[in-house]
């Protein structure tokens, strides 16, 4: 190739031959690599609309941790120009800019591209297996494949076995003969191939072929194998154009017939309500290669149950970065009024300043929306009409039967699955798991709507109207406000006719089709009877009948499986319970999985998320079904009871997946292992021009550490904890981003090599009460992982081991 900068000026025309390609060298800052190569994906995505270019690719050199290329093709030169002088061209540089150490770019001018594959080699090993040891081979095998996944340069692996002797060969396929001897010349392969070395160690022998040419070959598509490398990710894209995706997994090949295709890839996720979308969103952040598929061939676009949006939940979707979309979609709720027989028993406001976000309004159609919009900025996609029907599994995986609207069968192969298949499950069904002692439901039938009312009541604020007779409660009404003028969600109870009715049927859970749907005459005789006199309703956009059910499932694992949202649990829709929980639930599995599919998982940390996800989904349960038919006010301390319902109180302390190693007493009132991190503001840092929150450190994919210093820390105090630091960044190199927070009084110490930040307004000692040095574990899902006062370095590094799997080890 030649440089056009130096060969003579810029190419013109449009052939494909002046095809253009820029190379950007690029060096991270260091600890930085992930919000890096999340910064260039959301770059890549504005500069692909820009008019010439063709593709984008991020390339990451194994070798040299933080050295990027990124490299860019161009139509002509003139369009490479065009975008130079253009205002996109600041999506690269100045997303880029705070990330990197240095760069260097070269344009160059595109002469001969051949298809294929590039000098791809073969590599046959053959070894003798004692006899007995057969089945133990061939699932070391498998379990090697699968750790093979991901390495650079490593394409497929096979296993032949020649019938009636004890002779394997084993086939695998590299994109060339110089990424498999760095492979092998690096001492840390051992690490992947543990479970055949002893086999392999009794003799073999092992030759290389070159693959020099190889007819089209349809069939080969359809062998299960892992997916293709690529540079940044381990999706890749469908169809023929130029683009390239991350997070999606391995699209499914279209066939006909009695033949299936067969994909591998990490995680499988059926379902793409919220808790299924968020979970995709998890993984697409961090990486994971998935596939989320939807029976459903369309979004829902009005009757759902789900409206509110919890305070926590509001803190997940910042870190996932989607609350500014949902804030200007939605309406704050200012609190709540009862209102029994006609009379106010109670108004609580919800607006608390201590707390980052409010309670927000938002129907479950744009909740949707939103996690699909940031799905699609990340590379992935939901695969509609995509059905589940049935599933097994094995110590290395699950292998998942799924067929298409087009009447597509499919088999894949998956290394673990997540079923976000809501309250119908069909992984709930396959597993074989039940609600405890079966789904309860409520004998009454409840009509929805959405419409209009011309009433006097305070805007922004849920409304529950009820009437008691005797003391027995005989109509209610909840009113949800919805973005508009006057405009409601209504529920109540069905119409006697359809009540009638009902008694003499079985009527499933969820929204019923069999009745024909209410009328806005049915519920203005409600607002007659309940409502403030003169309330009439109008503009009905939508109604529906609805039967409630409540339950939660033994468990929430069973192997490489797992269940979530309202396939593990049932809440009535009280306050939107059931999805804020699942879209918690997928927060708390997300960052698990990935850590499991990339090998720096502990050997028990995926058995957290039954541990401490299902006694929050038993607890929000009981709650739901106990106040469904009061006047919800069952907390003397209005503050702690809203406080409760938004899950702002839910802590996993005391579960095996947390810790804390305390010298001495610690206040009540500082976060213990297992609590929700709460937010801090007033940070300062040498060279930000503005107050920081906590939350800006711990936003993320991994964890945080933070280490709170004062006067009674010592020099020495210091620098042993800048040597804790460089051991945990040796140990678990990208897994723990480490600050020093210092107290306006702690000794100052620029060389200590940390950084630094200032709790000038002792905001963080109010917050966290320290009495002394101590350090916090912040997970990613924003809960205490660890804290330790005094800190104690071996307790924290146990920790370590224990989430992360052994330390840089369980990296290789």
């Not at 897994?735 to 930040?757: E, F, K, M, N, W």
Request: net charge negative.
């Amino acid at each position: 190739m030649t440089n056009p900068e130096r060969a003579g000026g810029p190419a013109t025309g449009l052939s494909e031959t002046e095809t253009v390609r820029t190379l950007l060298r690029m060096r991270a800052t260091a600890g930085r690599e992930h919000e890096f190569e999340n910064a260039w994906r959301k770059a890549a995505e504005v500069i692909s609309t820009v008019p010439g270019n063709i593709r984008q690719d991020l390339m990451r050199d194994p070798d040299l941790p933080g050295e990027y290329v990124i490299v860019a093709d161009w139509e002509t030169r003139a369009a490479l120009d065009a975008f130079g002088r253009g205002p996109r061209r600041d999506h690269v540089t100045t997303a880029l800019r705070e990330l990197r150490d240095d760069a260097d770019r070269h344009t160059y001018q595109v002469l001969h591209t051949l298809s294929g594959r590039g000098s791809a080699v073969r590599i046959l090993v053959t070894t003798t297996v004692p006899a007995g040891d057969e089945d133990i081979f061939e699932q070391a095998f498998l379990d090697v494949a699968a750790a093979m996944r991901g390495v650079p340069g490593h394409i497929r692996e096979e296993l032949l076995h020649e019938p009636g002797t004890p002779t394997y060969h084993l086939l695998a396929e590299w994109a060339s003969k110089a990424a498999f001897l760095a492979w092998v010349q690096d001492p840390r392969h051992t690490d992947r191939t543990t479970g055949l070395i002893p086999y392999l160690n009794r003799g073999f022998s092992r030759r290389i072929f070159t693959i020099a040419a190889r007819p089209p070959d349809p069939v080969a598509e359809l062998e299960p194998s892992a997916s293709p490398p690529t540079a940044i990710g381990t999706g890749t894209g469908t169809g023929t154009g130029t683009g390239t995706g991350t997070g999606t997994g391995t699209a499914p090949v279209p066939v006909s017939g009695r033949r299936e295709a067969r994909t591998s890839i990490d995680v499988l996720v059926v379902g793409a309500g919220p808790t299924g979308l968020t979970l995709a969103v998890e993984l697409a952040r961090r990486g994971v290669s998935f596939r989320l598929v939807e029976k459903s061939t369309e979004p829902p676009s009005q009757a759902d149950k789900a409206i509110g949006v919890h305070c926590r939940t509001m803190e997940i979707w910042e870190d996932m970065g989607v609350v500014r979309a949902a804030v200007d979609a939605g309406i704050w709720f200012n609190g709540q009024i009862v209102m029994i027989n006609g009379r106010q028993t109670h108004r609580v406001e919800w607006n608390l300043p201590e707390l980052p976000y409010a309670h927000l309004g938002l129907p479950q159609y744009d909740t949707e929306r939103i996690l699909t919009d940031r799905l699609r900025t990340l590379g992935g996609s939901i695969e509609r009409g995509v059905a589940l029907h049935g599933l097994t599994q094995d110590a290395s995986g699950v292998s998942a039967a799924l067929s298409g609207a087009d009447g597509t069968q499919e088999t894949v192969r998956a290394r673990y699955i997540v079923g976000c298949d809501g309250a119908h499950s069909v992984v709930r069904r396959e597993l074989d798991l039940s609600f405890n002692a079966g789904a309860g439901r409520f004998p009454q039938l409840f009509m929805l709507a959405d419409f209009d009312v011309d009433w006097a009541m305070p805007q922004g604020y849920l409304l529950r109207f009820m009437h008691m007779t005797d003391g027995e409660l005989d109509g209610m009404l909840v009113c949800v406000p919805l973005r508009g003028k006057g405009r409601y969600r209504m529920a109540t109870m069905a119409p006697p006719r359809i009540m009638a009715e009902a008694a003499r049927t079985e009527v499933p859970p969820g929204f019923t089709k069999e009745y024909e749907p209410p009328t806005l005459a049915d519920f203005q005789v409600v607002l007659d009877r309940l409502a403030p006199a003169g309330t009439t309703g109008s503009n009905l956009r939508w109604s529906s009948i609805f039967r409630i059910s409540h339950g939660i499932v033994d468990r929430y694992r069973v192997g490489r499986a797992f269940v979530a949202g309202d396939a593990a649990h049932l809440h009535p829709p009280a306050g939107g319970q059931g999805m804020n929980t699942g879209i918690q639930d997928a927060y708390n599995l997300g960052w698990k999985l990935a850590l499991a599919v990339s090998g720096h998982a502990g050997p028990g940390l995926l058995d957290t998320y039954e541990a401490e996800r299902r006694p929050a989904g038993r607890a929000v349960m009981d709650r739901a079904v106990r106040v469904a038919f009061t006047d919800e006010m069952d907390n003397a301390d209005e503050k702690a009871q809203f406080l409760d319902e938004m899950q702002m109180t839910l802590s996993y302390h005391g579960t095996p997946g947390v810790g804390e190693a305390l010298g001495w007493e610690a206040p009540e009132r500082s976060p213990a292992a297992g609590d929700r991190a709460p937010d801090v503001h007033g940070l300062t840092r040498r060279g930000v021009g503005h107050p920081m929150r906590l939350f800006e450190l711990t936003r993320g994919t991994v964890h945080t550490l933070l280490i709170y210093v004062d006067a009674s820390t010592t020099e020495e105090d210091l620098r042993g904890y800048e040597k804790m630091a460089g051991s945990m960044w040796q140990q678990f190199p990208g897994l723990v981003d480490i600050y020093l927070v210092r107290d306006l009084d702690a000794t100052s110490s620029p060389g200590v090599d940390l950084p630094v930040v200032y709790d000038t307004g002792r905001t963080f000692r109010a917050a966290y009460a320290p009495t002394g040095p101590c350090a916090y574990l912040i997970r990613p899902d924003g809960h205490v992982g660890f804290r330790t006062r005094p800190i104690l370095t071996g307790a924290l590094e146990d920790h370590l081991r224990a989430v992360f799997g052994g330390g840089d080890q369980a990296s290789r």
